[in-house]
């Protein structure tokens, strides 16, 4: 899925950038995994579904207005954190791959195939490299997942030297998914590891 390869999208993610990075400041850096269909792969926008695009970011649009489960947890902690002006002040959210992947109509993660992975390590590296560049978010870098996203960031990490630690946190999905009823306990960790 390249959202950006779609006007509307492109139009979306213009005025997000355009609205809330639109100055010279540095700031923390946290890594999804990829694109879902229901979200970034719509929107263009980083775990934003396009009723939190329209709704919180004020930016309207014309999707189908489809709740995405990453972008429901993402946007309660970005409330619990501020708003949107305090967060994206602070934050650079994005995914380890800007390029979504489905297979039977479903969502991919990019390390859910061996030659997938294979195929997207140059890719990834450098939008990585890319995105560090740009933002100067310092020697720590957040990720979304403890397990094989973390594990494989941390991987490329050794062997790239992009941050002196990655910290990871549970994934939005998977708290909205297995752990729904403690959601608010894991909304004040995410403040609490952000802040």
């Known amino acids: 899925m390249n959202p950006y390869s779609d006007p509307k999208a492109w139009g979306c993610v213009t005025q997000f950038y355009q609205r809330f990075y639109a100055d010279h400041k540095n700031r923390k850096i946290i890594f999804g995994i990829n694109p ?18 329209a709704n919180d970011c004020a930016i309207e649009n014309n999707f189908q207005k489809r709740p995405e489960l990453s972008s429901l947890f993402v946007y309660e902690v970005i409330r619990a954190y501020g708003g949107v002006t305090s967060f994206y002040s602070d934050y650079f959210i994005t995914a380890l791959s800007p390029l979504g992947y489905m297979k039977d ?8 195939d061996k030659q997938l992975i294979a195929l997207s390590e140059e890719f990834i590296v450098h939008s990585i490299e890319l995105q560090v560049k740009m933002v100067n978010p ?30 990871p946190l549970p994934h939005p999905r998977w708290i909205m998914q297995y752990r729904r009823k403690s959601i608010d306990i894991y909304i004040q960790k995410y403040v609490e590891a952000l802040r």
């Open 36 to 53: 879902g269909r229901f979200g970034a792969g719509v929107t263009g926008v980083p775990f934003t579904d396009p009723i939190r695009l």
């Open 105 to 112: 109509g479903r969502n991919l993660n990019y390390y859910d």
């Open 138 to 167: 310092g020697s720590i870098a957040w990720c979304l997942g403890e397990g094989t996203n973390f594990k494989l960031f941390n991987g490329l990490n050794q062997r790239y030297h992009f941050f002196s630690e990655i910290m």
